[in-house]
């Protein structure tokens, strides 16, 4: 166990709908990382915040956007949803330069 | 822009024997980190191993190791007395020392035969 957490583990939507998923870091971890793994891109970097505020931007879909709150725990927002957002999403948190993975959202979209 | 490049789609080991995965990368920095996951079937990402770039010697994790070669950008995993419980996906990773972003290899899915 990481001691990283996201909820859902999984989602089943439809095309064209939003869904938000959730991730808290590991205590006292500041940063929060977004990554997709989907079986045609692999495990792409989205995007990371530190302690509130957006650090780092990767291959994020503008329909897609995230934050970060106070509690330090983060959610990534998905829009407009197509089939090939399908993917396995994951959040990590890091210390020391070692990220550390929660076990995933896995979506869907029908 | 930096790249990772695990060229061994599949590998297979014999239990108990040793097997050394392959992992190349490109970039221009010199000062970087680099590692290896492990995601098994129930698709958690596992940290492995952890390699600074200004380090000369390899890392060792318990039956991990690595060999790091600088020079020649390559950063190969070695997996000894290989168990049943090493089945799994391994993915090479890279990150600059100036950003906290992850680059990712397309992976090696490991297979132990008893």
């Known amino acids: 166990d990481s001691g990283v957490t996201q909820t859902p583990k999984h989602l089943i939507t439809a095309t064209g709908q939003r869904v938000t998923l959730r991730c808290s870091p590991r205590s006292g971890d500041l940063s929060v990382y977004w990554y997709q793994q989907s079986l045609d891109q692999g495990l792409q970097f989205l995007i990371q915040y530190y302690n509130g505020e957006e650090r780092a931007k990767g291959n994020i879909l503008e329909r897609f956007s995230a934050q970060q709150f106070p509690d330090l725990h983060s959610e990534l927002n998905l829009s407009s949803l197509e089939l090939g957002d399908s993917a396995l999403y994951f959040c990590?948190?890091?210390?020391?330069?070692?990220?550390?993975f929660g076990p995933g959202t896995r979506l869907t979209v029908l | 822009a930096q790249t990772v490049t695990q060229s061994q789609p599949e590998m297979s080991v014999q239990e108990a024997e040793t097997v050394t995965l392959s992992c190349t990368y490109d970039t221009s920095e010199s000062d970087y980190y680099l590692f290896w996951y492990k995601q098994p079937p129930s698709r958690q990402m596992i940290l492995v191993i952890r390699q600074e770039a200004y380090k000369q010697q390899n890392a060792t994790e318990n039956r991990f190791s690595v060999n790091f070669q600088k020079a020649a950008k390559s950063f190969s995993l070695k997996i000894s007395d290989s168990q049943l419980g090493d089945a799994a996906m391994y993915f090479c990773?890279?990150?600059?020392?100036?950003?906290?972003?992850?680059?990712f290899g397309t992976g090696t899915r490991l297979q132990v035969f008893p």
């Open positions: 990590a948190s890091s210390v020391r330069g070692e990220q550390f």
């Open positions: 990773a890279y990150r600059s020392a100036n950003t906290d972003k992850l680059i």
